[in-house]
C-alpha cells in the first residue's frame, strides 16, 4: 500500500509539473449538493489525490481493527508450532542420547501441543519406548502406525527390529514382505527378504527378488548386476557336482553368465572356466580367464590358467603364464606371477630380476616364501632361510587364503556363499571366509632344509593340484645337488 501510494504521489507531481510548465494551468469546477467549488487543475489533482490516500487510511485501519482476534490467534498458533517443534526436537535428541525416560516425557508432551504433525508425534512416541525399553508400549505405537498409508512402512520396519529382537524371525520376514508388497517399498524390506533367501540357499528365489528390485528401482542397476553374478556362481557351485548332466550343464550356464556380468567376480570366473575345460572348451576358458585378470587380478585366475593345459613342458607352461601376466603387467599379482613363471621355466636369474619388483611390496607369508624360493634356485641358502623365518611372522595374503589347503579355489559352504553375494553386490568387494575363520590355506612358505643339514630337495614351484589328475600333490622336482657333509661330524 505504501509503495503504492508513493506511486500516485509521483504521478499527480509529473502532472502538476506538466502544467505548470504548459503555462495555462487550466480550472477544474466541482458543483455538488448545490455546492460549487472553483481551483486550477493543479489544485484540483493535489486535492484528488489526498482525499483517495486519506480513505485508503481510514480503510485499512478499519480493516485492521476488524481483523485484530484473527491476528491474535495466528500469533498463538504460531507459538504452538514453535513449542511444539522444539518438544519433537528435543524428544528425538532424547532417543539419540538414549535417554528413555525424558524421551517419553517430552513425547507425552508433543502429543498435547503437537497436534499438526501426528506422524512425527507417533514415530517419537515409538522410539522413546523402544529408548525406554518399554518393547510392548513400543509395539502398540508402531502398530498405530499401520492404520495409516503414509506410515505403514515406518511401522512394518519398526515391527520387523522388536520381532527380531526377541528371536521371532518368522514375525520379522512376515513385516518385511508386507512392506515389500507395498507400491512405495524400501530398500531395507528387500535386504531383508534376500537375507532369508539366501540363509535358505534358495538362490533361484534370491535372483528373481534381484530381478523385481531392478524393475522397481530398489536398487541400481550395478547393485543388481554384481548380486546376479554372485548368485549366479552361487547356483552353479552347488550344481557342479551333481550327478545329473543337465544339473552340471545348467552350472557351466550359471557360471558363464555371472563370469560375463562381472569378468573381476574371480569365484565366478575361476568355476567358469574349469566347466569350461572339462567341457573341452579350452580357449574360451582362457579368453574369460584373461578378462578377468584385466579387471582384477586374483591368484586364484592364474592357477586356473596354468592348469588349463597338463600336457606341455615347463618352458611352454612359463610362456603362457608370461601372456597372462602381461594383459595387466603392473599390477601386484602380475610381479608376483612373473616370478612364478621364471620358476616354473628353471630361470633362476629371471627370478631373481623379477623379484627386485617386489622389494617396495609388504612382506607377507606368501611374499616371503616367493622370495625365499627364488633365492634358493639361485644357490642363496642362507638368504632364502632369512625369507622363511620372515614368512614364519608375516601375515598371510586375504586373497591367498581363499585357496584350501589342497589348492581348491573358493570351496565355500552355502553360508558363505550368501555373506559374499551381500557383501559383492553392495561394495564389489571380495569377503574371505576362510581368513575370517583362520582356517589352513594353500602352503605359502616352501620346504628348507634345517641348519646344518644337507640342502634337500626344495619344492620350484607350489605343490598345486593338476585339474586332470584329480586334488593330488605332484612330487617335488629335485633340487640343488647334496654336498657331501664332513666325516665324522654329526648334522644337529
Known amino acids: 500500500m505504501i509503495r503504492a501510494g508513493v506511486v500516485l504521489i509521483l504521478i499527480a507531481a509529473v502532472a502538476v509539473g506538466a502544467l505548470a510548465l504548459s503555462g495555462d494551468p487550466g480550472r477544474a469546477t466541482v458543483i455538488w449538493l448545490g455546492w460549487r467549488a472553483d481551483a486550477t487543475a493543479a489544485a484540483a489533482?493535489?486535492?484528488?489525490?489526498?482525499?483517495?490516500?486519506?480513505?485508503?487510511?481510514?480503510?485499512?485501519?478499519?480493516?485492521?481493527?476488524?481483523?485484530a482476534p484473527r491476528r491474535a490467534e495466528r500469533a498463538r498458533a504460531e507459538i504452538r508450532r514453535r513449542q511444539s517443534y522444539?518438544?519433537?526436537?528435543?524428544?528425538?535428541?532424547?532417543?539419540?542420547?538414549?535417554?528413555g525416560p525424558e524421551a517419553l516425557r517430552l513425547s507425552k508432551k508433543a502429543a498435547e501441543i503437537a497436534a499438526e504433525a501426528p506422524g512425527l508425534v507417533r514415530v517419537l512416541a515409538a522410539q522413546a519406548a523402544e529408548a525406554a525399553g518399554d518393547m510392548a508400549q513400543a509395539q502398540t505405537a508402531y502398530t498405530a502406525m499401520l492404520g495409516f498409508p503414509e506410515m505403514r512402512l515406518a511401522g512394518h520396519r519398526g515391527l520387523m527390529q522388536i520381532a527380531l529382537a526377541q528371536g521371532a524371525r518368522e514375525t520379522a520376514l512376515r513385516h518385511a514382505q508386507e512392506a515389500y508388497g507395498e507400491a512405495r517399498t524400501a530398500r531395507w524390506a528387500w535386504r531383508a527378504i534376500l537375507e532369508s533367501r539366501l540363509e535358505a540357499a534358495d538362490w533361484d528365489g534370491a535372483l528373481a527378488l534381484v530381478k523385481g528390485a531392478l524393475d522397481r528401482k530398489i536398487v541400481p542397476p550395478v547393485v543388481a548386476e554384481r548380486a546376479r553374478a554372485a548368485l549366479l556362481a552361487a547356483s552353479a557351485a552347488q550344481l557342479e557336482h551333481a550327478p545329473e548332466s543337465k544339473a552340471r550343464s545348467i552350472a557351466l550356464d550359471q557360471a558363464t553368465e555371472a563370469a560375463r556380468l562381472q569378468p573381476g567376480f574371480a569365484p565366478g570366473v575361476v568355476m567358469a572356466a574349469r566347466l569350461l575345460?572339462?567341457?573341452?572348451?579350452?580357449?574360451?576358458?582362457?579368453?574369460l580367464l584373461e578378462n578377468a585378470w584385466r579387471a582384477a587380478p586374483h591368484p586364484a585366475l592364474w592357477l586356473a590358467y596354468r592348469d588349463l593345459r597338463t600336457d606341455e613342458t615347463p618352458r611352454e607352461r612359463a610362456q603362457r603364464l608370461g601372456r597372462?601376466?602381461?594383459?595387466?603387467?603392473?599390477?601386484?599379482?602380475?610381479?608376483?606371477l612373473y616370478v612364478e613363471q621364471a620358476l616354473v621355466a628353471g630361470d633362476a636369474p629371471a627370478a631373481r630380476e623379477a623379484a627386485r619388483a617386489l622389494e617396495g611390496e609388504p612382506v607377507t607369508a606368501r611374499v616371503a616364501g616367493l622370495l625365499a624360493r627364488a633365492a634358493y634356485a639361485a644357490g642363496a641358502v642362507d638368504e632364502a632361510r632369512m625369507w622363511?623365518?620372515?614368512?614364519?611372522?608375516?601375515?598371510?595374503?586375504?586373497?591367498?587364503?581363499?585357496?584350501?589347503?589342497?589348492g581348491r579355489p573358493f570351496a565355500y559352504h552355502a553360508q558363505d556363499w550368501a555373506r559374499l553375494a551381500i557383501a559383492f553386490a553392495e561394495t564389489g568387494e571380495l569377503l574371505h571366509p576362510r581368513l575370517e575363520r583362520r582356517e589352513r590355506s594353500l602352503r605359502e612358505l616352501p620346504e628348507l632344509p634345517i641348519a646344518y643339514a644337507d640342502a634337500g630337495p626344495m619344492l620350484a614351484e607350489p605343490a598345486f593340484y593338476p585339474v586332470d589328475e584329480g586334488y593330488q600333490e605332484p612330487e617335488a622336482p629335485p633340487g640343488p645337488p647334496r654336498r657331501a657333509g664332513p666325516r665324522g661330524r654329526r648334522s644337529s
Not at 486535492?47 to 480503510?59: K, M, P, Q, Y
Not at 522444539?86 to 535417554?99: K, T, Y
Not at 597372462?324 to 608376483?336: C, F, I, K, Q
Not at 620372515?390 to 598371510?396: C, R, S
Open 45 to 67: 489533482i493535489l486535492l484528488a489525490l489526498g482525499f483517495g490516500l486519506f480513505a485508503a487510511v481510514v480503510w485499512r485501519t478499519i480493516l485492521w481493527v476488524l481483523e
Open 388 to 406: 622363511l623365518a620372515q614368512g614364519m611372522n608375516a601375515p598371510p595374503e586375504p586373497d591367498w587364503s581363499d585357496l584350501d589347503p589342497e
Open 86 to 99: 522444539d518438544v519433537l526436537a528435543r524428544g528425538f535428541l532424547a532417543v539419540a542420547a538414549g535417554d
Open 277 to 287: 575345460a572339462e567341457d573341452g572348451k579350452m580357449g574360451r576358458a582362457a579368453a
Open 324 to 336: 597372462l601376466a602381461a594383459v595387466n603387467p603392473a599390477h601386484r599379482e602380475s610381479l608376483l
